[in-house]
């Protein structure tokens, strides 16, 4: 019973995941779903699907902070900055040294800061 629970929830996570890549073609480097990120970084069943969990929780914590669009810029950084955090640390007590290396590796570097505050924060204009 558990392994067909586990089974629904990995094929659910790939449909998600097509999902979001037919997204990233449309523009913008985005991570690997979370299903394939899992089997790239060869987790066993288990792994998986913490990992897939702990990715979906992340993501939808992290939409719920982009709709609160009349939030301030800076209380909105230092939340998604906690989400983060949070994540790493809930992706550690899933993850191996080796495997948490790799997951970083495939996640794409944080954007910077949004066009309009780039000049603030030391970027020239010809850096956009």
């Known amino acids: 019973m558990q392994h067909r629970h586990l089974v629904f ?4 996570a790939i449909a998600l995941s097509n999902a979001m890549g037919q997204e990233a073609e449309r523009g913008g480097r985005r991570p690997p779903p979370p ?23 992340q993501r939808e914590k992290h939409r719920a902070l982009r709709a609160q669009a009349d939030a301030d810029h800076a209380v909105m950084r230092q939340t998604m900055d906690a989400l983060h955090e949070e994540t790493r640390a809930r992706l550690r007590s899933v993850l191996n040294a080796d495997q948490l290396a790799r997951f970083e590796q495939l ?9 309009h505050e780039r000049e603030r924060h030391g970027a020239s204009p010809d850096q956009r």
């Open 107 to 115: 996640r794409p570097a944080p954007p910077g800061p949004p066009p």
């Open 9 to 12: 929830m990995l094929m659910n």
């Open 35 to 57: 299903a394939e990120m899992a089997r790239q970084l060869g987790l066993d069943a288990a792994q998986a699907a913490q990992f897939v969990q702990i990715m979906e929780d």
